[in-house]
């Protein structure tokens, strides 16, 4: 089955004008970057099949029927695991619902179009022993092997997303002034997702931690910091604007960067075996939030601490979380009526 070649994100002429009336649209919802990447992505992994090449700006919204939607989604199948058709489902059922309210199509169709059913399951968080082993790793000598090695930088990032329950997009966003030191710590203002924004306090360990990291990004890159500021300023040798992480570049961190890092870090550990496949920083997080199940943290706490809508999606982690689950269900007073009658 011939491949076809992904249109460069930036090039939205080789895209239809409807398209790019419904990025539009959804721009104002404030979507992260990666959301409208993953929206141009499957469009065009659908479009391209629909249309049977990769010049989309001429396709015709006459082209989108239930049957070539049916069609393109099977072949699409063919090559794609189920989370994945999920997703382009997903975008498709959003662009045509745009479509048919904006009154450019006369009902959307891809309630016809079949989809993968995903199995609901729970979190995969990191053992005691994987998270200790990674710890050991972060703390070896930070002496770099690579160009791109930066060992005081990945502690940072990857502590943050495992004490904070960060997830990748909003370590990528995060910037300098989102810490607001407190008399027992700190406290990180997250730009969340769908524009939800939440406050997590943080302990002393982890602000030294990232004071640490920008004491030597400001040996790296002196000309960024603040001209005024003394060595070993930290969190004050920086602008508010200035990105919390940034690459070997001095530039804010890429979502790419971000998680190849936190890939080698797994590696050097030796517990890459150990995380969901697919879950980097997303594994922290679910570790993050299990831990905080398993020490009795109410199922509210965590939604509002993990940016969740729901506490539904929430719960799963108190499901996961085999401590916690074990002691609320040793605290039923029926135990000890059962206890007299042995």
């Not at 890429?254 to 997303?282: N, P, S, W």
Request: charged content about 25%; some cysteine; aromatic content about 6%.
């Amino acid at each position: 089955m011939p491949h076809h070649a992904k249109q460069p994100d930036s090039v939205e002429t080789a895209r239809p004008q409807w398209f790019a009336a419904f990025l539009a649209d959804r721009g104002t919802r404030k979507p992260s970057a990666h959301t409208l990447k993953a929206y141009r992505q499957d469009f065009d992994a659908i479009a391209a099949l629909i249309a049977g090449g990769d010049d989309l700006s001429g396709m015709a919204l006459d082209a989108i029927t239930i049957d070539t939607l049916r069609t393109a989604f099977a072949r699409y199948a063919q090559s794609h695991e189920a989370a994945s058709i999920q997703r382009c489902w997903s975008t498709w059922n959003v662009l045509c619902t745009f479509l048919f309210t904006a009154e450019l199509m006369a009902s959307n169709p891809m309630p016809m179009v079949g989809r993968p059913k995903l199995a609901k399951t729970l979190p995969k968080a990191l053992a005691a022993d994987a998270v200790a082993a990674l710890l050991t790793a972060l703390s070896a000598d930070p002496s770099p092997q690579r160009r791109t090695d930066w060992m005081q930088r990945d502690r940072a990032l990857i502590l943050t997303a495992l004490l904070a329950g960060l997830r990748a997009d909003e370590l990528v966003r995060a910037n300098v002034g989102d810490f607001r030191r407190s008399d027992d710590g700190a406290v990180i203002h997250v730009r969340g997702k769908g524009g939800k924004d939440r406050r997590i306090p943080i302990e002393p360990a982890l602000v030294d931690i990232l004071e640490r990291y920008l004491d030597t990004r400001a040996a790296r890159f002196p000309a960024a910091a603040n001209r005024r500021s003394s060595p070993g300023a930290g969190l004050a040798a920086w602008p508010a604007a200035a990105p919390l992480f940034v690459g070997a570049d001095g530039q804010r961190i890429t979502r790419g960067t971000l998680q190849y890092r936190v890939l080698r870090a797994f590696r050097r550990a030796g517990i890459d075996a150990d995380r969901a496949r697919g879950a980097l920083v997303h594994g922290l997080r679910h570790t993050f939030a299990t831990e905080l199940a398993n020490a009795d943290v109410s199922v509210y706490a965590l939604m509002k601490l993990l940016g969740h809508e729901s506490m539904v999606t929430s719960q799963r982690y108190v499901s996961a979380a085999g401590t916690e689950t074990r002691t609320a269900a040793a605290r039923n007073t029926l135990y000890g009526l059962l206890e007299q009658h042995r």
